[in-house]
Nanobody, 117 residues
């Protein structure tokens, strides 16, 4: 099992910034990548960004330039810096670890980000 704990969500005005954190624990040796997803009620969960252990980064095209994913000094920590936030960024943000070699995946509990106009 891998446990994921997110923090850093909250209420911010449009144009503001937030930094989300995710700390993994448990069988972290299986981690080869860590992702951030987000979900708006009534819509599918969408990938925001991914970072692999060797530093490869992928962003959703619509978020490039405003969001930055990074890994902490501790290997099992990942951050999402969100700048120039817009009301449409309002969502629950989830930390995710894929584990296809174990035929499973892991999700955090989610952290709410609300951007007011």
């Amino acid at each position: 099992q891998v446990q994921l704990v997110e923090s850093g969500g909250g209420l911010v005005q449009a144009g503001g910034s937030l930094r989300l954190s995710c700390v993994a624990s448990g069988r972290t040796f299986i981690i080869f990548a860590m992702d951030w997803y987000r979900q708006v009620p009534g819509k599918q969960r969408e990938l925001v960004a991914r970072i692999t252990n060797d530093g490869r980064i992928t962003y959703a095209d619509s978020l490039k330039g405003r969001f930055t994913i990074s890994k902490g000094v501790a290997k099992d920590t990942v951050y999402l810096q969100m700048n120039n936030l817009k009301p449409e960024d309002t969502a629950v943000y989830y930390c995710h670890v894929p584990a296809p070699g174990y035929n499973t995946e892991y999700w955090g509990q989610g952290t709410q980000v609300t951007v007011s106009s």
